[in-house]
């Protein structure tokens, strides 16, 4: 299992977000990988899945980097791993390269 934390600035202090990403697991036609990301209004999970181990944990990484990018939590700017406005860590589809800020922009981009 993978695990980050990131952490979300709120006004009443620090809130953690885990996120963790299950080992690939096959099935009788495909591979699957489940993630957790631990907002705190409500957790979110879910499973890729893909034709190999590998590919459901990169459809994986790229959907948290997804759901990252896209959050409100994302656009007020107090989420952070690192560094605030760093980036988290996590890829993202190709339409969604224009949201990446700091190491993550410079990365992928």
Known sequence: MLRRILTYASESGDIPVPITIDTPRQGERNWSCTYEIGWPDEPRRHTMYGIDATQAMLI??????????????????????????????????????????????????
């Open 60 to 109: 994986a990484l790229k959907i948290v980097g997804a759901e990252i990018y896209t959050s409100d939590l994302h656009r007020s700017g107090r989420l952070r791993w690192l560094e605030a406005g760093d980036g988290y860590g996590y890829p993202v589809p190709k339409g969604l390269r224009d949201l990446l800020v700091g190491s993550d922009a410079e990365q992928d981009g």
